[in-house]
Each structure stands twice: as structure tokens, then as C-alpha cells.
């Protein structure tokens, strides 16, 4: 992973959230001292000085020694009101939108890297979190669109009840929306929307080939059944099978979330299903489910990759395994930029067409998968 000790406290606010929560703090009190601000928000005095820096620059507050102070007659970004635009025909000064269903496994990467680009873009970000399988995120996007942002980039729940009220409200959605590893037809599927994805079912015939490449015929998938790309992934697979000409009849085993009680017990029972199938190499999504996976092989006397060959799906942790896993990574980082453009490629030519945008996966060799001898 790539935070240190210090970034991963930072993670608990992303940059943009909370350079807004201290702009907040600053106009409730008129002021505010470092020291508080790191402490409330649990940061270092440094990232508190960093952030009042930027906040300055924007004339939003006026940094004095040991803090700052708010600065008169000045606009709030997040204040519900018009657009203002920057010049006749150009993009929107003001705040984008984003909404995600998680920020503490898979969206990181892709929100620093959408802030680090709105950023460049002269714009601002305001982050809000969902959470997955979520019924309803109509009011969550009403409160972006309330706040005066000028688009939305949004990853809703878009399966079942939740997935229905998403699509009411992208049929009429009253700003420009990119969804993020997320597509979507409204209008009786006559209308698509602007979207960004990881190209998952690409990734899942890559897995295969690669395990083909190197003398496996008898292949299984182990999936959390908490993704809502299990099903790309899986067509993947099974497209690289039929390619192939290898059957699907191997192991195909859904694990629940990791905080349900059977989890172990679904991956024990999965690597059972691997012995008696006599299957030799899995495709295991995501991270956390392949490294513990692993643990529960060795413990039935399997040798990865001799035994059993292991690729994971995600590579958020499978390099700090033991053995290191060979791992499927989206790029998470190019997905959030790639959004960002497209988004504001939008607001600014709001009559173009809906652009649906597919990025491939990279496949990283480790030691958990090796020619068969």
C-alpha cells in the first residue's frame, strides 16, 4: 500500500473534505488556530498549514501566525446558488461533485486522483461517501447539486431497489453526471450516460489466458459476492475459457463479506472444492479474500504456486503476501482523471455524444503463479 503511518490517518478525511470542513470551522468561529484544527481533525499541524495555504491562495481565508481568519464578502463554495462561469464560453468556476460508496478499500486511489485533477482544472472538489448497496443516494446527489456544484461524478448503487432510484434520478439529473465504475441506460435503455470504468471483463479473460499460458486446464473462481463487478469479471472468464476450448465446470465459489461470520468457512470450503475437482489455478477477487485464501491452502498442505496457482484481483495488497501475488490492478488513478476530463468535456459542450470510456486493467507478475512442470 502506498500510505505511510501519517497518510493513513490523513485517510480518514480526504483532502477536499476537509479543506471544507475547516473552511467551515473557520467561518462558524471567525477563526481558528492550527493547533485545533489538527487535533479536531486528527492530522499533523503540517497538513493543517498546507491546507490553510491552499485556502488562502483561493482568497477564501487569511492565514495569520498560528492559524487563520475568514475573509469577509467572500462567496462560500458550497452555498446553494448559480454557477458563476470564469469567462464568456468557458468552463464553470466553481465545485465538482463526487460521490462514492466507500473510502476505505478500492475508491482512495480514484478520489486523490479526481482532486488532484479538478484541482489542476482550477475547480474544486466536494467528496461526499455513500455507502455500497445503498436503497436510495437521491438525497445524497441533491445536496451535491444543492451546494452549487456544476457536475457530479457518482458510483450509486445500481443493482435492485437502489439501482431503480439512481436511474430516476440520472434520467433528470439537473447537472452534467460521469458515473464511475458504474454504466447506466435511462430512459427505457434509450439513453446512455457519460461513464468511466475499469475494463473488468477484460481483466477476467487476461487472468485466464495467463493461467492457460502457462499449462492450467483446470481452473476455478473464487469471488466476493460483495462486488459489483463480480459479474464482469466472471464473463471475462468464461469468454478466455470458451476460447480456449477448456470447460467452466471447475470451481466457481462466492465468498460473503469479510466481516460475515462465514467467511473463513466459505473459503475453507472452497479450497476443498479445489482437492476434490483437482483444480490447479484460481482467479480469486479481491485482495483480501486471495492472501487469506492462500492461508486456509496451506493449511490443507497446498504449495502456491506449486499445488495451486493464485492470481488476485484488485493488487491493493496481494504484493505484501506470502508468496507475492500475481494480481490483476485497474488503474484506479487513470480512471479518476479520465472521469474528470469527461466530465468536463460535458459542461463545457453539453450537446456532444455520451462518451463511454473503458480502461484496461494491467497484469502484475509475481511469484504466486509459475509455468507448470
Known amino acids: 500500500m502506498d500510505d505511510d503511518s501519517t ?4 485517510g480518514r478525511a480526504l483532502g477536499a473534505t476537509r479543506r471544507a470542513q475547516i473552511l467551515a470551522a473557520i467561518r462558524r468561529h471567525g477563526t481558528a488556530r492550527v493547533a485545533d484544527l489538527a487535533a479536531q481533525f486528527g492530522v499533523t ?3 493543517v498549514r498546507r491546507d490553510l495555504a491552499d485556502l488562502d491562495d483561493a482568497g477564501l481565508v487569511t492565514r495569520v501566525h498560528g492559524g487563520a ?5 467572500q462567496p462560500d463554495p458550497t452555498a446553494p446558488g448559480p454557477a458563476r462561469r470564469s469567462e464568456p464560453g468557458g468552463l464553470p468556476d466553481g465545485v465538482i461533485g463526487m460521490l462514492v460508496p466507500s473510502l476505505s478499500v478500492y475508491w482512495p486511489d480514484i478520489a486523490r486522483s479526481v482532486e488532484s485533477a479538478v484541482r489542476d482544472s ?8 455513500s455507502r455500497y448497496e ?3 443516494e437521491r438525497p445524497d446527489l441533491d445536496r451535491l447539486v444543492g451546494a452549487g456544484c456544476v457536475g457530479i461524478l457518482a458510483a450509486p448503487t445500481m443493482q435492485g431497489i437502489g439501482g431503480e432510484r439512481a436511474r430516476e434520478w440520472l434520467r433528470d439529473a439537473p447537472v452534467p453526471v460521469v458515473l464511475v465504475e458504474r454504466t447506466a441506460v435511462v430512459d427505457g435503455y434509450r439513453r446512455a450516460v457519460d461513464s468511466v470504468i475499469s475494463d473488468h471483463t477484460l481483466g477476467g479473460e487476461m487472468a485466464a489466458h495467463h493461467l492457460v499460458d502457462l499449462g492450467h486446464e483446470q481452473m476455478g473462481m473464487v469471488f466476493s459476492t460483495h462486488s459489483p463487478h463480480a459479474e464482469e469479471i466472471q464473463l471475462g472468464w468464461r469468454r478466455a475459457l470458451h476460447a480456449r476450448g477448456l470447460s467452466e465446470g471447475g ?4 465468498v460473503p463479506d469479510r466481516a460475515h461470520a462465514d467467511f473463513d468457512g466459505a473459503l475453507a470450503a472452497a479450497i476443498e472444492k479445489v482437492i476434490a475437482t483437482r483444480t490447479t489455478a484460481l482467479l480469486v477477487h479481491s485482495d483480501p479474500e486471495a492472501v487469506r ?3 486456509h491452502a496451506e493449511t490443507r498442505g497446498l504449495r502456491v504456486p506449486e499445488d495451486l496457482a493464485v492470481i488476485s484481483y484488485d493488487d491493493e495488497i496481494a504484493a505484501l503476501a ?3 501475488l500475481t494480481a490483476l490492478r485497474p488503474q484506479r488513478q487513470e480512471v479518476g482523471r479520465a472521469a474528470v476530463a469527461v466530465l468536463l468535456d460535458r459542461v463545457a459542450r453539453p450537446d456532444r455524444p455520451v462518451h463511454r470510456v473503458a480502461i484496461s486493467p494491467t497484469l502484475v507478475v509475481r511469484e504466486s503463479t509459475a509455468l507448470r512442470s
Open 45 to 47: 499541524p503540517v497538513t
Open 251 to 254: 470451481v466457481l465459489e462466492p
Open 7 to 10: 497518510g493513513a490517518a490523513e
Open 322 to 324: 506470502s508468496p507475492p
Open 134 to 136: 445503498a436503497t436510495d
Open 122 to 129: 482550477g475547480m474544486r472538489l466536494l467528496l461526499h461517501e
Open 69 to 73: 481568519v475568514v475573509v469577509e464578502d
Open 293 to 295: 485464501l492462500v492461508q
